[in-house]
């Protein structure tokens, strides 16, 4: 683990009743309004890495099954552009909302046998942009199209060297609409092998489902890490609002 993986992104910790309210929904400037989408939009230099992927992730019912799972962080990739973050596909179906600031982590479950980068993508649009953005997902399917794939963060010395591009197994996207934040992660498995048919997650979490990622629960890997860092993401504005100035 390198020192700036306990690093502060930026200076400063949030304050204000603004934060507050996005999260609360109290006063006129709850949730939506312009000055909690700018809040929320200055969250990656604003609080300690930590608190947005934080070491250790407890993934209570998280599994198949409702089973709980339990991630550990390995690396922390450098905040970065998008460049080398997306296929090139996705990274154009973005840009109409742009790219201000990428963090991302890479997380091995409890067994060491899953290796998971999640990311928090900061956009540069406002909330309509964002709105635009995923009404788009939705309508075009755009989270399920296996050329639309986030890129692992393959640390090296780490569990995830090998979490190449023929690695990735299952994945999810989530664009949010109060924030200018698009959440990701993508999963795969820890001894590097190669996945010929990447699965959504939503897809492998299907009760019926058989493909490999479906059968290692590399579907819930995903989608419930990038869940917890999104809650997490949220909770971190209540928090900071409530420490002494």
């Keep these: ?3 700036a993986a306990c690093v502060v992104l930026g200076i400063g910790l949030i304050g204000g009743a603004v934060t507050g309210s996005w ?7 709850g949730p939506g ?4 989408f700018a809040t929320a939009g200055e969250l990656w230099h604003s609080v300690p890495v930590d608190r947005l992927f934080p070491p250790t992730v407890d993934g209570e019912g998280a599994g198949p099954g409702g089973s709980d799972r339990t991630w550990t962080r390995i690396a922390v990739a450098p905040d970065t552009g998008c460049k080398d973050a997306f296929d090139p596909l996705l990274r154009r179906a973005l840009a109409p909302v742009g790219c201000l600031r990428l963090l991302r982590a890479t997380y091995v479950d409890a067994t060491r046998s899953h290796v998971t980068t999640v990311g ?7 909330a309509a942009g964002m709105t635009s953005l995923k009404a788009r997902f939705a309508k075009d399917g755009l989270d399920r199209r296996t050329d639309l794939l986030p890129l692992p963060y393959a640390a090296k010395g780490t569990d995830a060297a090998g979490f190449g591009r023929a690695q990735r197994a299952s994945w999810t996207e989530s664009v949010l609409t109060d924030a200018p934040v698009v959440v990701f992660a ?18 492998a979490m299907k009760p019926d489902a058989t493909t490999p990622a479906a059968q290692a629960g590399l ?3 995903a989608k419930g890490l990038a869940d917890r860092v999104e809650r997490g993401l ?8 409530e420490e002494p100035s």
Excluded at 33 to 36: D, F
């Design 1 to 3: 683990m390198t020192a």
């Design 23 to 29: 999260l609360t929904g109290d006063g006129t400037d």
């Design 33 to 36: 309004s312009p000055g909690a």
């Design 120 to 126: 928090l993508l900061f956009t540069k649009t406002d």
């Design 186 to 203: 993508v999963s795969g498995f820890a001894d590097g092998r190669t996945v010929a048919a990447p699965q959504p997650a939503a897809d």
């Design 219 to 221: 579907g819930h890997e």
């Design 234 to 241: 949220r909770k971190t504005v209540k928090s900071s609002t």
